[in-house]
């Protein structure tokens, strides 16, 4: 399944807890349609400046009513967490940031269908 690329990779389960990076967040980033003097910025750009940041975990692309993208990070404190957010409003084409910290993980164990036979 590696070779075929279905597998693209593993990914520890680490506790955060234990790590430098205790606070983990949810961001729902709403997309500005059109710039003003700009036009329109392609998510492709958006989504490759927000790659730039070390905090992201995981990027989705979503279809929802008042949000086009959900972002995954992990960050040190409350502090690093606003000046985070404060950063991302300065990519041009994010019209509207909400998050949501995350409380408490609950990860599960992989799906019996995922397992390789």
Not at 52 to 60: P, Y
Not at 67 to 92: G, M, N, P, T
């Amino acid at each position: 399944m590696e070779k075929e690329g279905t597998i693209k990779g593993y990914k520890a389960i680490i506790d955060y807890e234990k790590t430098s990076r205790t606070i983990g967040v949810v961001i729902l980033i709403s997309i500005a349609e059109v710039i003003l003097e700009r036009g329109h910025v392609p998510k492709e750009d958006i989504i490759a400046n927000l790659k730039k940041f070390d905090a992201i975990e995981e990027i989705d692309e979503v279809q929802a009513a008042n949000f086009d993208l959900v972002l995954k990070a992990r960050l040190s404190s409350l502090r690093a967490l606003s000046d985070f957010v404060e950063q991302l409003r300065f990519i041009e084409g994010i019209e509207e940031i909400s998050t949501a910290i995350i409380t408490n993980e609950t990860i599960l164990p992989p799906s019996p269908m995922c397992a390789v036979r």
